[in-house]
């Protein structure tokens, strides 16, 4: 195997110690992205070395395909009903365990499988850990129809949480417009800093035309940063005080 950068260390770091938590006749969740791609070819070599019973959902057809070349089977989500544990990657990680996902255009199918998990665990390298979320663009996924008016609603609920002039690139891909696994359109919004990420999430669902954004609140609940030379970090949500 070649010698891996050392950001590629960090990621397949953070990918063997979740693959590690995966026990055997787990239904698992595979997500999305370069760090997942270490966390998928981990998993597929626990699978044949122990033999392990697995039932797995993919959050993209990516991963579905990556999945079936590595010898897993990949099953419809709602055919496996609930999953014990996803295991995804992220773009930004605050302290409370909030998310920014999405770089990779997949956050729908990975919100509804997060959803659907008693845990999910995110894998990352350092450099996703953050104060507040925001310098990474918030990816929005809206239906193609009508598009530039959600565009427009989205500008004004931005006006109304004072986040005036951001701009709001149509994601593009090889020159065309990027095409979702759902058919749909992604938004990129550069918002710098999201001061108030719940008044954010509630004013975008509430936008006809958005299907998902990425901001994951709530919904992590460990995360296994690691390091280039091995180690990893597990950061926990803080207890909340009633
Ligand atoms: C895809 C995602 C990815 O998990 C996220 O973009 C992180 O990707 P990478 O591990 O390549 O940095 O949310 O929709």
Redesign the pocket.
């Known amino acids: 195997m070649t010698e891996l950068s050392p950001l590629d260390s960090a ?1 397949d770091a953070a990918a063997r110690a979740a693959v590690a938590l995966v026990q055997d006749g787990m239904r698992v969740g595979l ?7 270490f966390m998928v070819h981990r998993l597929a070599e626990r699978v044949h070395a122990e033999n392990l019973r697995l039932r797995l959902a993919a ?2 057809r990516a991963t579905c395909d990556l999945a079936g070349q590595l010898g897993l089977t990949i099953e419809e989500l709602d055919d496996i009903g609930w999953l014990d544990l996803t295991i ?4 930004e990680i605050d302290p409370d365990l909030n998310l920014i ?7 729908l199918r ?1 919100k509804i499988t997060a959803a659907a998990s008693d845990r999910l665990i995110v ?3 350092p450099g ?1 850990v953050v104060e507040t979320l925001g310098a990474f663009h918030l ?1 929005v996924e809206v239906i193609p129809f009508g598009w530039q008016t959600t565009r427009v609603h989205i500008q004004h609920l931005l006006e109304t949480l004072d986040l005036t002039h951001r701009p709001m690139l149509k994601r593009q891909r090889d020159g065309r417009d990027f095409v979702t696994d759902e058919g749909n359109m992604i938004l990129d919004l550069s918002l710098d800093v999201i001061a108030d990420c719940k008044a954010l999430s509630s004013g975008l669902h509430a936008i006809p035309g958005v299907v998902e954004h ?1 901001l994951f609140l709530g919904l992590c609940d460990l995360a296994l940063i690691g390091s280039p030379d091995g180690g990893v970090i597990e950061m926990t949500r803080p207890e909340v005080v009633a």
């Open positions: 990621k997500g999305t992205g370069s760090t997942a791609v959050t993209s995804d990657g992220a773009d996902k999405g770089g990779g255009g997949a956050h990975e894998i990352a390298d996703k990816p990425g």
